[in-house]
């Protein structure tokens, strides 16, 4: 597509369920990067892809939290038994490959954990 | 720690003022610096990105400088407007730090009319 698509826009959900968050990268771009931002501060890394693979997954903050790529395009973020502290922004970006390209961000998913 | 700063975190100026936003990092060993913008509750778009062995970038009434030896960015901005207005994120990734940005927390900028 032309852009970084990022589903939902919004999703409120209730604390201890399950979530998924999808990114849609832009076609032919080969790395994909999920962050999170909350109020007030920049956004942290959480993962990267390279194509089908998870390049670095560091910055997930514990095993709730887990994302695939499974065809090397769209990427799902999954978080199980959500906690009000997971209320943020959800930040997906691509970039044509790992060489010194800029990244092109999506508008986001912002997740309130009630 | 490799981190990036971005002091003040707000800024207000009347219109056609320019202004310089400052970014400081930790370690000069970088890829690329990448500056931002942020809409309220929006999401980042691509103002500018200036590779190790450049040192400075243009686009319109931007312009963006490196100086990798003292860890400094500034984003110049020219003649500012009140839809300039919005939060200015500095990123940087680090050489060896697997692709990933470092952002600073950003400068909300606010130009009135």
């Known amino acids: 597509g032309a852009g970084v698509s990022q589903t939902p826009s919004n999703k409120v959900t209730e604390k201890g369920k399950y979530v998924e968050l999808r990114c849609d990268p832009i076609?032919?771009?080969?790395?994909l990067y999920w962050y999170r931002q909350s109020l007030g501060q920049g956004p942290e890394f959480l993962i990267y892809f390279q194509g089908t693979g998870a390049a670095d997954d560091s910055g997930l903050p514990n095993d709730r939290f887990f994302a695939v790529r499974p065809e090397g395009s769209v990427s799902t973020l999954k978080i199980q038994r959500t906690e009000r502290g997971d209320s943020a922004v959800y930040l997906c970006?691509?970039?044509?490959?790992?060489?010194?390209?800029?990244?092109?961000f999506g508008s986001g998913t912002r997740l309130t954990v009630v | 720690k490799q981190e990036v700063t971005q002091i003040p975190a707000a800024l207000s100026v009347p219109e056609g003022e320019n202004l310089v936003l400052n970014c400081s990092f930790t370690?000069?060993?970088?890829?690329?610096l990448q500056w931002f913008r942020q809409d309220p509750g929006k999401g980042l778009t691509s103002l500018l990105l200036i590779q190790s062995s450049q040192r400075e970038q243009t686009s319109g009434r931007l312009n963006a400088s490196l100086d990798k030896s003292s860890g400094r960015s500034t984003l110049y901005i020219a003649a500012s407007q009140p839809g300039d207005s919005a939060t200015y994120l500095c990123?940087?990734?680090?050489?060896?730090?697997?692709?990933?940005?470092?952002f600073g927390k950003g400068i909300t900028l606010s130009v009135r009319p």
């Open positions: 076609s032919g771009h080969t790395a």
């Open positions: 990123a940087v990734r680090f050489t060896g730090a697997n692709s990933k940005l470092t």
């Open positions: 370690d000069s060993a970088i890829y690329n």
């Open positions: 970006a691509s970039s044509p490959g790992t060489g010194g390209y800029g990244y092109t």
